[in-house]
C-alpha cells in the first residue's frame, strides 16, 4: 500500500510539472509577440514595413471585397439631424481653434450622412472636404493621424511595392510628396503615405460622389449619371482601370478609338462589378471622364458614373482594385 500511495505521488508531481513548463511556455509566447492561437489580437496598432510585411494576396474573380459599413445604404444617420449636426459642428469648431485637426474630423465625421438634407450637415460635408485637402491630399504630415504614415524608402523598394503595403496607389504617393515621378527613390528617403483603401458611395439624388479614405469622408465630386434612372444601385468592385480607352458603343456601331475628340469616355475608365443590390449580374457599367462637361449634374449617360476631367484623373488615382468598394444609393 506505501508503495501505490508512493508511486501515485510520483504520477501527480510528473504531471504538475508538465502544466508548469505548459505554462511558462505560453506566457514567453506572450511575451515575444508569438501568436497564441487563431484570431489572437494583436497588442497594438502596428504598421507594416518592407521588412515585416508583404503586399496583400490578390482577391481571385470569384472573392468579393465586403462592403465598408459606415457608407450610406439607404437610411439616414439619425446624428446627421440637424439638431445633432450643429452640435457636431460647435464640438468640431472648439477643436479646430485647439488646433486639433485629427479630433476636429472625427466628430465630424461621426455626425455626418450624405442622404440626411439639411443646412447644418451641408456645412459639415463641406468642413470635412475641406480637411481632406488640408491633412490628406497635402504633402502635410499631422501627428497621430490615424490615415497617413510617414514611410522611410527601405533597400529594394520602388512606389509600387510601397503602395500594394498600404492599399495605395504610386500617382498618390507621388502627389503628397511633390514628386514628378517616382523614379528617384533614394533608400532612407521619407514619404507621406495615406493608408488605403479608398472608397466612393454615389448618391444619385444630389448627383455627388463621396469619397472616402477608409471610414472618413474627405472629398466631394459632381457626377453624371444615366438616363431614365439606368445607373443601378448596390456595391461594385474595381474590375479594371484603362488609360486612353477605346470605346465600344453598347448599342452597336463603330469603334471609337482612343485620344479620338468624339471618344465619350474621356482619358479614363474605371470598370465596375456588381456583387450587391441592383448591381448584382449587370456588365458593362463604369465611371469615367466626358466630353460633354455640360452632362454633370443630370442624367445623360447610357448609365455610367461621369466626371470631369479633372476629377475622373483624380479619383483614377484613389481606388484600387480588390480592395475599394464603389457605392451606388439613392
Given at each position: 500500500m506505501a508503495r501505490m500511495r508512493s508511486g501515485k505521488r510520483r504520477l501527480f508531481v510528473a504531471a504538475m510539472t508538465m502544466v508548469v513548463a505548459?505554462?511558462?511556455?505560453?506566457?514567453?509566447?506572450?511575451?515575444?509577440?508569438?501568436?497564441?492561437?487563431?484570431?489572437?489580437?494583436?497588442?497594438?496598432?502596428?504598421?507594416?514595413?518592407?521588412?515585416?510585411?508583404?503586399?496583400?494576396?490578390?482577391?481571385?474573380?470569384?472573392?468579393?471585397?465586403?462592403?465598408?459599413?459606415?457608407?450610406?445604404?439607404?437610411?439616414?444617420?439619425?446624428?446627421?439631424?440637424?439638431?445633432?449636426?450643429?452640435?457636431?459642428?460647435?464640438?468640431?469648431?472648439?477643436?479646430?481653434?485647439a488646433g486639433n485637426l485629427v479630433q476636429a474630423r472625427r466628430v465630424l465625421n461621426q455626425a455626418t450622412d450624405p442622404l440626411a438634407d439639411n443646412a447644418p450637415n451641408e456645412q459639415?460635408?463641406?468642413?470635412?472636404?475641406?480637411?481632406?485637402?488640408?491633412?490628406?491630399?497635402?504633402?502635410?504630415i499631422l501627428q497621430n493621424?490615424?490615415?497617413?504614415?510617414?514611410?522611410v524608402v527601405e533597400p529594394g523598394q520602388n512606389l509600387q511595392k510601397i503602395a500594394n503595403l498600404y492599399k495605395t496607389t504610386a500617382p498618390l504617393i507621388c502627389r503628397v510628396n511633390g514628386l514628378a515621378n517616382g523614379n528617384s527613390l533614394r533608400q532612407g528617403q521619407?514619404?507621406?503615405?495615406?493608408?488605403?483603401?479608398?472608397?466612393a458611395t454615389v448618391c444619385k439624388h444630389s448627383f455627388r460622389m463621396?469619397?472616402?479614405?477608409?471610414?472618413?469622408?474627405?472629398?466631394?465630386?459632381?457626377?453624371?449619371?444615366g438616363m431614365d434612372d439606368k445607373t443601378?444601385?448596390?456595391?461594385?468592385?474595381i474590375r479594371n482601370k484603362l488609360t486612353n480607352p477605346?470605346?465600344?458603343?453598347?448599342?452597336?456601331?463603330?469603334?471609337?478609338?482612343?485620344?479620338?475628340?468624339?471618344?465619350?469616355l474621356g482619358e479614363y475608365w474605371i470598370g465596375l462589378d456588381g456583387f450587391e443590390g441592383a448591381a448584382v449580374?449587370?456588365?458593362?457599367?463604369?465611371?469615367?471622364?466626358?466630353?460633354?462637361?455640360?452632362?454633370?449634374?443630370?442624367?445623360?449617360?447610357?448609365?455610367?458614373?461621369?466626371?470631369?476631367?479633372?476629377d475622373i484623373m483624380f479619383v483614377y488615382e484613389l481606388l484600387v482594385r480588390h480592395d475599394s468598394i464603389v457605392t451606388v444609393a439613392d
Open positions: 505548459s505554462v511558462a511556455i505560453w506566457c514567453w509566447r506572450g511575451a515575444t509577440g508569438q501568436a497564441q492561437g487563431p484570431g489572437a489580437p494583436a497588442a497594438g496598432r502596428t504598421l507594416p514595413s518592407a521588412a515585416q510585411a508583404e503586399p496583400p494576396p490578390p482577391v481571385l474573380s470569384h472573392e468579393t471585397p465586403a462592403a465598408p459599413a459606415t457608407r450610406p445604404t439607404g437610411s439616414a444617420n439619425p446624428s446627421a439631424s440637424s439638431p445633432g449636426a450643429s452640435a457636431a459642428l460647435a464640438e468640431a469648431s472648439a477643436a479646430l481653434a459639415i460635408l463641406q468642413q470635412l472636404a475641406k480637411l481632406g485637402d488640408e491633412m490628406i491630399f497635402s504633402t502635410k493621424d490615424p490615415l497617413v504614415i510617414k514611410h521619407p514619404l507621406k503615405v495615406v493608408l488605403g483603401p479608398f472608397h463621396y469619397v472616402y479614405c477608409q471610414d472618413t469622408l474627405v472629398k466631394i465630386l459632381p457626377v453624371g449619371l443601378p444601385t448596390g456595391h461594385w468592385k477605346r470605346y465600344y458603343p453598347p448599342d452597336g456601331g463603330p469603334i471609337i478609338e482612343p485620344n479620338d475628340p468624339k471618344n465619350p449580374g449587370k456588365e458593362g457599367f463604369g465611371i469615367h471622364g466626358t466630353i460633354e462637361p455640360q452632362s454633370i449634374g443630370t442624367k445623360a449617360s447610357k448609365g455610367c458614373i461621369r466626371l470631369r476631367s479633372e
